[in-house]
């Protein structure tokens, strides 16, 4: 069989403005260097997709990842090909690429949204009753996210930057929480929160009662109206704070709950849709993840500080040597 030429673009992450030909049919992308095109993005899993070209069509299969892979801002099946357009962009982990030739202008004027003043992008963002960009908004912010968790922030700058970038895609939500806890004693370390201007009146409690289920159990809950949803299966303070709607997402790294994203509304119901849904769940383990490496860069660090601290008489002993002694 003749082989094809399979052109790949880096368009977003470690090897940004990257361009790959391999004279083959099939190629594989990961993190692993055993993979044919080595994707050195900590959010790839090791072999994480498959490319295939044959009749001068392309055809991608997401091979199990464990963060998925993402068409046109929406999660392919893993396991399944999926034939994609040369010049589609593609989100794997926290890097964008594109096949058979450079990504289109619709993905472009996305990646040049993160240059923009966040004036700027919020207006650009703003909810409006069709979403006809929806596709584009959502690899916004997942590239977004991505820029940020590859960055070393602190941890609350770091939580506060995705909490901002959240509010900027969906517009009607009213309020957001994003809560860090201990995964061996569930203990909450850090809480992030955000409040629209046009609330202020408002009850300004979140729903502890959801947000305890979410850690719980290690599931969604989304309500998407309140008062349309049988009592007996409705958090009892939802109707006490008037929270209209409601989605709480749990962040997940390596099967342990790093804490929670919260958003809500109390203005309206439906301040939400499925693929709203889809696109947070998707930044539940990348974010996890960072948040446990954060976590542990700061145990370390207090670590350290303890010891530099403690009294001469409990540092380790270390005796001289002379030459020949």
Avoid at 127 to 154: C, W
Avoid at 185 to 200: D, F
Avoid at 269 to 287: N, Q, V
């Amino acid at each position: 069989m003749k082989k094809s030429k399979i052109t790949l673009f880096i368009m977003s992450g470690p090897k940004e403005g990257r361009t790959v030909e391999i004279e083959q049919n099939t190629v594989s992308l990961g993190r692993s260097p055993s993979s044919d095109i080595q994707i050195k993005d900590k959010f790839v899993s090791g072999t994480h997709l498959r490319v295939e070209k044959k009749g001068g069509k392309y055809h991608i299969k997401d091979l199990e990842s464990t963060n998925g892979t993402y068409v046109g801002g929406i999660r392919i099946a893993s396991g399944k090909r999926c034939e994609v357009k040369e010049g589609s962009p593609i989100v794997m982990g926290m890097s964008v690429v594109c096949l058979g030739e450079p990504c289109s202008e619709d993905a472009f004027s996305v990646l040049n949204t993160l240059n923009f003043p966040r004036a700027e992008r919020r207006r650009t963002t703003t909810y409006d009753q069709d979403r006809p960009q929806t596709m584009k908004r959502n690899m916004a912010l997942i590239i977004e996210v991505g820029m940020v968790l590859m960055h070393s922030f602190e941890i609350d700058e770091m939580l506060e930057k995705v909490l901002n970038a959240i509010f900027d895609l969906l517009g009607r939500i009213d309020r957001g929480v994003i809560i860090g806890v201990n995964p061996e004693t569930g203990e909450m370390r850090e809480v992030i929160s955000r409040v629209r201007p046009r609330i202020v009146n408002h009850v300004k409690a979140y729903s502890q009662e959801v947000v305890a289920q979410v850690l719980r159990d290690q599931r969604p809950v989304v309500v998407s109206d309140s008062d349309a949803e049988e009592n007996g299966e409705l958090p009892e303070t939802l109707k006490l704070l008037k929270i209209r709607s409601v989605m709480c997402i749990p962040l997940l790294s390596r099967f342990r709950i790093m804490g929670v994203i919260y958003v809500d509304s109390v203005t309206r119901p439906y301040g939400f849709r499925k693929e709203d849904l889809s696109l947070l769940t998707s930044l539940s383990a990348p974010l996890g993840m960072a948040m446990e490496n954060a976590m542990q860069v700061s145990s370390r660090e207090r670590a350290a500080g303890r010891l530099m601290e403690a009294p001469a008489d409990l540092m380790p002993y270390t005796p001289a040597y002379r030459d020949g002694k």
